[in-house]
């Protein structure tokens, strides 16, 4: 079945230090979507990319989808403390009509 | 308006007991997905309904979890003969179209942890 993979797991950074979490998947993606969770919280839809090579920002965060549509990764610059929070890719091939998620990077932010 | 509610919060229970979960997705969206989550790892896909059947329940682990959504719209993940394992977080996410293509709203999940 369809994999996605995300690394790395932890990222510890201080803050204003850029961060970057990448995800892969083992099939090729109808779109891939990107969640925030905070600690004790459930995931908050971030963004959804669909096509190949599309790069998408907010604010401080940039996403991008790789040119086969199997891999993503969501940058972000400049790290602020309310940028703590698990960050999931998942992604979607139409053929399992469902969203397969990453297992998450999990980002700390030292003041 | 009202997001994606989920009852109870935290379910503690005994092995071998039956329990259920509720959720009560976003009024008006047509798509309802079960997740569960175990610490540390993403959410993992179980069931998805478009209304009122289920249009792919592969995730289901077993022949002890089912799910229903009578009227297509409140749905009731329950589960039979509880098991240590089956301890996690319960998550329930709507959309308004197919969830694959449209953005999920998680519910706050249920903590379900069997003794």
């Known amino acids: 079945g369809q994999q996605v993979m995300q690394i790395p797991q932890y990222q510890h950074v201080q803050e204003g230090e850029d961060f970057t979490t990448y995800c892969n998947s083992s099939t090729t993606l109808s779109n891939i979507q990107w969640y925030k969770q905070r600690p004790g919280g459930h995931p908050v839809f971030l963004i959804q990319l669909v096509k190949s090579g599309e790069v998408k920002k907010q604010k401080r965060l940039t996403f991008q989808f790789g040119e086969a549509k199997k891999n993503s990764s969501l940058h972000i610059t400049a790290t602020q403390t309310t940028d703590v929070g698990t960050y999931f890719c998942?992604?979607?091939?139409?053929?399992?009509?469902?969203?397969?998620f990453g297992s998450g990077t999990q980002l700390t932010v030292l003041p | 308006g009202a997001g994606v509610s989920q009852t109870p919060s935290n379910k503690v229970t005994e092995k071998g007991k039956y329990v259920e979960l509720r959720c009560d997705p976003i009024s008006g969206h047509t798509a309802l997905y079960w997740y569960r989550q175990s610490l540390g790892q993403g959410p993992e896909f179980l069931i998805y309904?478009?209304?009122?059947?289920?249009?792919?329940d592969s995730g289901l682990p077993n022949d002890r979890f089912f799910a229903v959504r009578p009227e297509g719209s409140v749905s009731t993940l329950k589960i039979q003969r509880t098991e240590r394992g089956d301890s996690a977080v319960y998550l329930c996410a709507s959309s308004y179209g197919e969830g694959g293509t449209d953005t999920q709203y998680f519910g706050p999940g249920t903590r379900l942890t069997v003794l």
């Open positions: 309904f478009q209304g009122t059947g289920a249009a792919d």
């Open positions: 998942a992604g979607f091939s139409g053929s399992a009509r469902q969203l397969t």
